[in-house]
């Protein structure tokens, strides 16, 4: 086993060096925030306080970490999960919310959103919004095949999916992506 792999590390925090948590997360954050930026549709916000979630919950949990599969599954998986915990909070807050004021929240309608999404000047943050306004499993192929550069099979264990029915939902994500940016730049044009 590689010592800085990531499975080494957590084979030395568990048997109490701190410090090799501290490397693992180093080595993984920018895996973590690809996550919740997809899952928390790029709200830096939350993005911010689901990855303290995530830091703590990891350095509590890491010990339960069995070995079964890839780090990166475990991950994700476990990123994933703190995302969805938050978004149920704040659906909760949110319905408290419209409870105790008595009044309908305005919403944005659909011209507002898209002229707020376009309002990043940076091509990356434009991708990632659109990369966002695709459904959760869309998301995920993206993130995990494009982004992340995992194989099919690494995929396939991750989502407990056939690796053709992947290939075929990966090549229509991918679609529908590339006709959102078509449709972007031709109403930039």
Do not use: P, W
Not at 107 to 124: A, D, S
């Amino acid at each position: 086993m590689r010592t800085n792999s990531s499975e080494h590390l957590i084979i030395e925090f568990i048997n109490g060096n701190k410090n090799s948590f501290i490397e693992l997360i180093k080595k993984e954050e920018t895996f973590i925030k690809k996550i919740l930026y997809m899952l928390l549709n790029g709200n830096l916000e939350d993005i911010k306080d689901v990855q303290q979630e995530v830091l703590m919950a990891l350095y509590n949990n890491l010990k339960n970490f069995k070995f079964n599969s890839a780090f990166k599954t475990y991950l994700y998986r476990f990123v994933k999960n703190k995302a969805i915990d938050h978004i149920r909070k704040q659906k909760r807050f949110k319905q408290l919310k419209e409870k105790i004021q008595k009044f309908n929240i305005n919403r944005y309608n659909e011209n507002n959103q898209l002229e707020n999404q376009f309002i990043m000047n940076e091509n990356k943050a434009k991708l990632f919004k659109m990369i966002s306004s695709l459904n959760k499993e869309e998301k995920t192929l993206i993130l995990l095949k494009d982004i992340e550069e995992m194989s099919l099979k690494d995929i396939s264990e991750i989502i407990n999916m056939n690796i053709n029915t992947i290939k075929t939902k990966l090549h229509r994500a991918r679609s529908k992506l590339c006709s959102l940016l078509k449709d972007d730049y031709y109403e930039r044009v």
